[in-house]
């Protein structure tokens, strides 16, 4: 028997029983729809979560600490006290030598800041982080509005995250913000109170998406302005007047020296050149990576959870079929006395049990796409809100609908071998007596 | 050689505790041409019989050659394609596919074989519904015919192929007397055609049509002079 005889026998039984054939692909569309939907919202995750690595450069950096053995993420909240080697301008001499480097800054967390004021609105600096850094390339941002720090900002610019702009009361209007002045309030423990400064006024220069919680970002010489506190002191018995000075950057050093890589295949290199110089280093591939992963695993349970789906939808196939060879046990002996052999029949029932696995894995592809672009019309809407240009973030890539096609039709073809098989060894004698 | 050559034919059947021989010793031999009719009570191992013939049922003993083809021996594959390719079979009650129309039902052998294309197939099965003289029935589903036009149906679905073979069991059954008329005189034009012809029957008048009568009991058979 041919095979599109053998197709379209199998599309003609099952139109015979339209209720149970929809209920069964039903069943099929429910698993392909749930595997299809949350391995792509995965895979999406993971690429937007890629896509936006790569344009803060995140893939290609490399953070060298004084301290050994810090994962990236310990890196950029590394807060010197000492215990290190020092991070301050001959390491950054040492590292922008190394083989590859693209351009390097000096990193520090501020400490002298303790909250920021806008309009009525302060701030403290609570899951708040405040960054220094040249602004020389080396740390770029996903911008929401304005522009990066740069030589132009006139070394009082600062920049924002858009979780900052949105506890300044600016969501969905990050531009409005830029060009504001924030004041930023020294604390009030520095030193004795004779050291107290006033306020700084720093001018908004741009908004960003925060890549590691939310914080600040302003040029490292005017940080390093603020970590320093003079005051004079009487001391002797003279009354003779002495200046003091205290600076955390100049006793300990900066934080890190960030390294933007030339090459995201050359990030290995850079962290073994640099941690044979003693210090220590970690890469941005790596917290990208031990996302991705976590991405994966996501995707790996949701898909089988979905496969749970299908599972369930197989048992369905394989009742559908039982059922459609008991009925049709008259029409299999008929079949076989006109000459069918059994692997005819056999693959009848195959047939029509992949064509029910086909027809759920299509609808359900189907609905997957149509569910893909009604969650990115949500989805563009808020990241329209939040000022980023990303859109249509959630897609289906034509390998996964393909490979969700095939699974149901195997899966169909699997479910409906035992009952075709039963059908195939009926008794031809004993059919044609059914009744 | 004979066109049907069975020896020693035996066929066991076990019904509860009880041993049935449905076949018991039987030796048969059909010229090419022939008109047979297998008579005997319900039982007596005649619908077995034709099934072994018929490549439907395979003997537990015995050679059946049909044609040259060892039956008795045959696998699936090979007795599958006997089926469909060397004999028409008719039932009592007619086994038609009802979702199927008539044309379709005549032409299912030719679908299943993998014959021809869809337009040839369809030219040869309205040919064998003319021969049987419902070529205007083509497009009805079984259950809008009669009893009579649908055992037709049968014999042109057993014809499409070009039997040299056609196995009747029991084609009347289903019948009142004289649609069962039509039929017989249907299946004794194929003979007259050429076409070897069994029928199983425990109807007087239909057997004594035949040239040949074979009388079975308990798996036995006897034979009796036919209309010859």
Known sequence: MRFSDQFRTGWRNLSRQKLRTSLTIFAIVIGAVSVTVMLSLVTSAKSFLVSSAEKTGMDKRVIVTGTQGLDYRESTWNWPDGSGKKIDQSVLDQVTKVGNVNSATLYTQVGSVSAIVLGGTELAFKNMYFEAYTPNGTIKHVMVAGEELSDKTNGTGVLVTSGIASDLGFKGKESELVGQKLTLKYRSDMGPPEARKDDETATIVGVAMGENGDGLSVDLDWAVKMDRIEWTENSGPNGQKTTRVESQIEKNGYSSVWVDVKDKNAVEAVLNDVKSLGYGAAAGKEEIDTQATAFTIIGAVLGGIGGIALLVAAIGVINTMVMATLERTREIGIMRAIGATKKTVRRLFRVEAGVLGFMGGLFGVVISFGFAIGLNKVLNQQLADSGIADRNIVSISPQIALVVLLITTLIGMLAGSLPARRAANMDPVEALRYE | ?228
Do not use: W
């Not at chain 2, 599958?80 to 052998?109: K, M």
């Not at chain 2, 289903?174 to 076409?195: M, Q």
């Open chain 2, 1 to 228: 050689m004979a066109f049907v050559q069975c020896s020693g034919l035996k066929k066991t059947y076990t019904v509860g505790d009880e041993e049935v021989k449905a076949l018991d010793n039987v030796s048969l031999t059909v010229e090419k041409g022939d008109f047979i009719a297998i008579c005997g009570p319900s039982g007596s191992g005649k619908s077995t019989l034709a099934n072994v013939i018929g490549g439907l049922d395979q003997p537990d003993e015995g050679s059946v050659m049909v044609d040259g083809i060892d039956l008795a021996k045959a696998r699936d594959k090979a007795l599958s394609e006997y089926r469909n390719s060397h004999i028409g079979f008719v039932f009592q009650s007619f086994n038609l596919q009802a979702h199927e129309s008539a044309l379709e039902n005549v032409i299912s052998p030719l679908t299943i074989g993998g014959v021809g294309k869809k337009k040839e197939r369809r030219e040869r099965g309205l040919k064998a519904l003319e021969r049987v003289g419902l070529s205007d029935r083509a497009s009805h589903k079984p259950t809008q015919l009669s009893g009579g036009q649908r055992q037709r149906v049968a014999i042109a679905r057993a014809l499409v192929n070009d039997p040299q073979l056609i196995i009747a069991d029991e084609p009347t059954g289903n019948l009142d007397s004289s649609r069962g008329a039509d039929v017989i005189n249907e299946l004794k034009r194929l003979n007259a055609e050429g076409i070897t012809l069994i029928i199983i029957t425990h109807d007087a008048t239909v057997a004594a049509q035949a040239k040949r009568i074979i009388e079975i009991r308990d798996g036995k058979i006897t034979e009796k002079a036919g209309a010859q």
